[in-house]
């Protein structure tokens, strides 16, 4: 039996150091883009919201000004693509933030007048898709592949280095007590 343990604990720390050396660089970007998304609000890597003077919701204008406001400030001034990924409402600050598809960029504007009110980059939507994955979607395949390929195999190789961890931490505990 004794053979057995330590044959087991033999195996689980050459597949725990080899399975660990393969991941980790992949584990430190998860860890490090996870602790700046924590902290987003606190290090402002997400524009601010502009909050205007009357957010009266009588007064708005309709979803299609804000897509043609934006999309014409996108394409003549900034000369970027013009595909809306979403419009977010913000009825108390009266302000609608408008996200494209095809870059990080922000667009919030007024949602009585049609202003413009800030232009930024979305620097915590860059940090999310490296943490996910999804940015090699975002610069090559277009599709959701990198992203549950890449989720799926980080999330198999923490299990297993959980469950080895614990394996080679309590192995050698068992032989002890079986020496004594």
Known sequence: MKDKIVLYARKFR???RRIGCVFLIFFLIISVTGILLA???????????VITDSPNDSTWISLKEIDSISKDYIYNKLELDTVIDRIDIRPTKGV????????????QIDVSSGKILSVSSRVDTIIEKIHDGSIIDY???KSNISKITYSSLLSIGLIFMSISG?????LPK????RKQ
């Open 14 to 16: 050459v597949y725990h």
């Open 174 to 177: 068992k032989l002890k007590s």
């Open 166 to 170: 614990v394996f080679l931490w309590y």
């Open 139 to 141: 610069f090559i395949t």
């Open 96 to 107: 609608a933030k408008v996200l494209f598809s095809n870059h990080f960029t922000e667009l």
């Open 39 to 49: 902290l987003k609000d606190v290090l402002h890597l997400k524009p601010e919201i």
